[in-house]
T-cell receptor, first 115, second 115 residues
Framework: GAVVSQHPSWVICKSGTSVKIECRSLDFQATTMFWYRQFPKQSLMLMATSNEGSKATYEQGVEKDKFLINHASLTLSTLTVTSAHPEDSSFYIC???????????FGEGSRLTVL | AQSVTQLDSHVSVSEGTPVLLRCNYSSSYSPSLFWYVQHPNKGLQLLLKYTSAATLVKGINGFEAEFKKSETSFHLTKPSAHMSDAAEYFCVVTSFYNQGGKLIFGQGTELSVKP
């Protein structure tokens, strides 16, 4: 199947700093990408839908100024956690929809720990 | 509106015995249904999907699921569990006719396999 790469896989940062997580579709174009957050032993929670060339659509309760999403090309979406705090520590997963077929593929996830 | 309920948060089986992970869904539109597997600190891997073709769907690693519209169920089965099957399993529903094709995740079922 198609490959979605997330970088970094693990990141530890100090409280108050900003962290950027990248989601790349390596062998296909993705008009739409999705960002999820997953707490330990829980399901995935959709944070936002990222569309190439336009503003992201955020789910209710997700702070758009806190979680900045940019989808500047058909193969790259980024999630920036601004002024991170310990409560932002979580596993963040992206998925990308193949433009031509609509299939969805998931990245391997990024573990963020804020000290 | 769409929703999905995984009836068991945890299932434990012995190696070599059958696996049954239960999932019920609710959808006002023709649904697409998926089962994903997640190993610790990893992203999601698609096991199988139902998209209005054959009701008995065969997936990877010996898993299969049967779509039963009358029971609004999409249970995941495997005849003989292997130690490597121990993981978290998510049942997912979506419809491109509703909510723009967003994935709605169940709460997950943790499968343990005893030697």
């Amino acid at each position: 199947g198609a490959v979605v790469s997330q970088h970094p896989s693990w990141v530890i940062c100090k409280s108050g700093t900003s962290v950027k997580i990248e989601c790349r579709s390596l062998d296909f174009q993705a008009t739409t990408m999705f960002w999820y957050r997953q707490f330990p032993k829980q399901s995935l929670m959709l944070m936002a839908t990222s569309n190439e060339g336009s503003k992201a659509t955020y789910e209710q309760g997700v702070e758009k100024d806190k979680f900045l999403i940019n989808h500047a090309s058909l193969t790259l979406s980024t999630l920036t956690v601004t002024s991170a705090h310990p409560e932002d520590s979580s596993f963040y997963i992206c998925s990308a929809r193949v433009s031509s077929t609509g299939e969805l593929f998931f990245g391997e996830g990024s573990r963020l720990t804020v000290l | 509106a769409q929703s999905v309920t995984q009836l068991d948060s945890h299932v434990s089986v012995s190696e070599g015995t059958p696996v049954l992970l239960r999932c019920n869904y609710s959808s006002s539109y023709s649904p697409s249904l998926f089962w994903y597997v997640q190993h610790p600190n990893k992203g999601l891997q698609l096991l199988l999907k139902y998209t209005s073709a054959a009701t008995l769907v065969k997936g990877i690693n010996g898993f299969e699921a049967e779509f039963k519209k009358s029971e609004t169920s999409f249970h995941l089965t495997k005849p003989s569990a292997h130690m490597s099957d121990a993981a978290e399993y998510f049942c997912v529903v979506t419809s491109f006719y509703n909510q723009g094709g967003k994935l709605i995740f169940g709460q997950g079922t943790e499968l343990s396999v005893k030697p």
